[in-house]
């Protein structure tokens, strides 16, 4: 079966440090991963989806990056972290249907 | 563009009622509509899929409408029991290859013992 793994599950980090956020999934090839960011109060935005290796997709401008050096690894990057970066971030993969597949999260308060 | 709201940010209820959230949608004619359970803290986890040819849709105590004349879902708890509360999060497809899904900002739903 499919098993989608994130890391860190928690990080503070000061403003202007950089970020590196993880997503690997297992069981499955080729999938479309998506990383989403949601803050407190607010819902599920997108922030980048990938359909392939390399292939990344932004939906929102903004100082985060993401980059898929592997099938199933999906990175989430930050050169500077602002306050404003702070939220729980969300890594998913997409069955056929469409139905999207969460990851456990990672809550990153920036301070 | 698509907009997609869930106009109660919190339901309570008492245990043994039947939970309702409504899901409205517009700008829009999606060809399915799925809802999502997430508990605190946790990724959102797939409950239901319903396609718009689909008027009603069953799982275990759980029953989805469609109705695309009035460009509403409505997601049904019956028999409520506290291990139901958590926030519901109804989400439409964007269109094209990628699978790309809108969310809407989710009901949280509390059930009292």
């Known amino acids: 079966s499919q098993t989608i793994h994130q890391w860190p599950a928690t990080l503070v980090q000061p403003v202007g440090s950089p970020l590196s956020l993880e997503c690997t999934v297992e069981?499955?090839?080729?999938?479309?991963l998506y990383w989403y960011r949601q803050a407190a109060g607010r819902g599920l935005q997108l922030l980048f989806y990938?359909?392939?290796?390399?292939?990344i997709s932004s939906e929102v401008p903004q100082n985060l990056s993401a980059s898929r050096p592997q099938d199933r690894q999906f990175i989430l990057s930050s050169k500077k972290l602002l306050l404003s970066d702070s939220g729980f971030y969300l890594c998913?993969?997409?069955?056929?249907?469409?139905?999207?597949?969460f990851g456990p999260g990672t809550r990153l308060t920036v301070l | 563009s698509q907009k997609i709201e869930q106009n109660s940010e919190a339901l309570n209820i008492q245990e043994g009622k039947t939970a309702t959230l409504t899901c409205n949608y517009t700008?829009?004619?999606?060809?399915?509509l799925q809802w999502y359970r997430q508990d605190p803290g946790r990724g959102p986890v797939f409950l239901l899929l319903?396609?718009?040819?689909?008027k009603e849709k069953r799982k275990e105590r759980l029953k989805v409408t469609f109705d695309t004349t009035l460009k509403q879902s409505l997601f049904h708890i019956t028999a409520s029991q506290p291990a139901d509360s958590a926030t519901y999060l109804c989400?439409?497809?964007?269109?094209?290859?990628?699978?790309?899904?809108?969310f809407g900002k989710g009901t949280k739903l509390s059930v009292k013992p």
């Open positions: 700008n829009y004619s999606p060809a399915y």
């Open positions: 069981g499955t090839s080729n999938p479309n």
């Open positions: 319903i396609r718009e040819n689909e």
């Open positions: 998913a993969w997409r069955e056929m249907i469409d139905t999207q597949y």
């Open positions: 990938s359909v392939g290796i390399g292939q």
């Open positions: 989400a439409l497809p964007l269109g094209g290859s990628q699978g790309n899904l809108i």
